[in-house]
């Protein structure tokens, strides 16, 4: 009897044992597994910050092509017509409406296919918006004292620098007399709001006009960006 107990004393020891090495042994393959896979996952992660790297430079690289590209682009302001025409007439009202158009003018921009209004850019020409009353011509062609007088040297000196322009002049009024600061035919009256002058810019750039007196002459010009070699 005491032998058979030893005897199964003994196999239970067995069986503890093998269940402990069979559990061993399948730790440490979860184990292995474990290790395996998480290699697996950081050769990946190492493997996408790598490529993302990659395509970060490739952008950077791609940007800073562009940015140096566009330095490389240079523009320069490039005159497209001018005009002088000569001031006969030394009135003080005169000239100093004259100022304030050519002042009122500097610096405009006409954009690529925009028209332009010189009534719209200047306004009413009445004393309550700062003009003077000089010699004028009315209807009949008599010369009489008019609010604005002398604005319609500035806008016959636009129209013919938009006649050297090409531009595509959409109304356009004559004295009712003879002028004698442009050539016959080449005049362009106004009068707020019913005689206008207009003109559209039918190039493909935008452009910008400068107006100036010296008191003896109205010179107006117009330029437009071009790209420079």
Do not use: W
């Amino acid at each position: 009897m005491e032998k058979i107990n030893k005897e199964k004393n003994n196999s239970n020891y067995i069986s503890v044992v093998a269940i402990i090495l069979i559990l061993f042994i399948i730790g440490y393959f979860i184990y292995m597994l474990y290790k395996n896979n998480n290699a697996l996952n950081s050769n990946q992660i190492k493997s996408n910050i790598a490529s993302l790297n990659e395509n970060t430079n490739v952008s950077n690289n791609s940007n800073d092509e562009n940015i140096i590209a566009q330095k490389e682009i240079k523009y320069e302001e490039v005159e497209v017509a001018t005009y002088t025409s000569t001031l006969y007439d030394n009135e003080e009202n005169r000239i100093f409406n004259i100022q304030k158009a050519c002042s009122m003018l500097n610096g405009i921009t006409i954009k690529a296919g925009e028209e332009f209004s010189f009534n719209n850019t200047i306004g009413p020409m009445g004393e309550e918006n700062g003009f003077k009353k000089a010699t004028g011509f009315d209807d009949d062609g008599t010369l009489i004292q008019i609010s604005g007088g002398g604005m319609c040297q500035v806008s016959s000196t636009l129209y013919n620098v938009a006649l050297l322009a090409n531009l595509e002049i959409t109304e356009r009024h004559a004295h009712s007399r003879r002028v004698n600061y442009v050539p016959a035919d080449k005049d362009a009256t106004i009068l707020y709001p019913s005689l206008d002058l207009k003109f559209i810019n039918n190039t493909s750039t935008d452009l910008k006009i400068y107006a100036e007196t010296d008191n003896y002459s109205v010179t107006i010009k117009m330029t437009k960006m071009e790209q420079s070699n």
